[in-house]
């Protein structure tokens, strides 16, 4: 059984700095990793999406990396914006039509 | 230009009545899906069909019933519902018929059981 922890559960920096995100997961029989981003009472948007295959994605000031074989994904977010506050997950995905299994989170909070 | 949307965004209901939370997706997409977001904020994934069929229903209440009446439509009804349903549901969907594909999110239904 797939298990996705995040640590740590919550995060408050400075407005400027880089931080990192990190996402593990307890089976490394995974097609891809995506992560997402969920604000107060709203869905969830999705960031990137790392295919087994791909080491890492990059989108503007976000960067994740998978690492399969340790079982773990991270996300740099540089020069980090009060708008980048938010909660953010972690998806492990299998192939097929098996069931995604969601880490709880890391919530994020920028400070001005 | 909402490419995933449900209704109601709130719904509050007593105990024992029967709901319904419908979700629609404009973006032509094969495979839609129902999540619960728990207090924990823990997600977890419900039922997924793909072109109208049901092919992943997790160990859920058969209280809880998805319909599909076409591929861009998947609507949930809950039967005789129970406190530990109070949750935030969240539809999403996806291009093609599995997992692999970038997931896209509704706005999520609050649901508050009395």
């Known amino acids: 059984k797939q298990e996705v922890t995040q640590i740590p559960a919550a995060l408050s920096v400075p407005e400027g700095e880089n931080l990192v995100l990190n996402c593990s997961f307890t089976?490394?029989?995974?097609?891809?990793l995506q992560w997402f981003r969920q604000d107060p009472g709203k869905g969830l948007t999705s960031l990137l999406l790392i295919q087994s295959s791909q080491r890492e994605q990059t989108s503007g000031r976000l960067n994740a990396s998978l690492d399969k074989s340790s079982g773990r994904s991270t996300l740099y977010i540089a020069a980090s914006q009060p708008g980048d506050s938010a909660t953010y997950l972690c998806a492990a995905q299998p192939g097929g039509y098996q069931k995604v299994t969601f880490g709880t989170g890391t919530k994020l909070q920028v400070i001005p | 230009d909402t490419a995933v949307s449900q209704t109601p965004k709130y719904l509050v209901t007593q105990m024992g009545n029967d709901k319904s939370i419908k979700c629609e997706q404009n973006?032509?997409?094969?495979?839609m899906y129902w999540y619960k977001q728990d207090s924990k904020k823990f997600l977890k994934i419900m039922f997924s069909?793909?072109?109208?069929?049901?092919?992943i229903n997790e160990t859920v209440p058969n209280r809880f019933s998805p319909k599909s009446p076409d591929k861009a439509h998947l609507n949930l009804h809950i039967n005789s519902l129970e406190l530990g349903d109070s949750a935030v549901y969240f539809c999403?969907?996806?291009?093609?018929?599995?997992?692999?594909?970038?997931?896209?999110f509704g706005p999520g239904t609050r649901l508050t059981v009395l």
């Open positions: 089976d490394s029989a995974i097609y891809n």
């Open positions: 069909y793909n072109n109208k069929e049901l092919i």
């Open positions: 999403a969907s996806t291009p093609g018929g599995s997992y692999t594909d970038t997931q896209y």
């Open positions: 973006l032509g997409h094969d495979t």
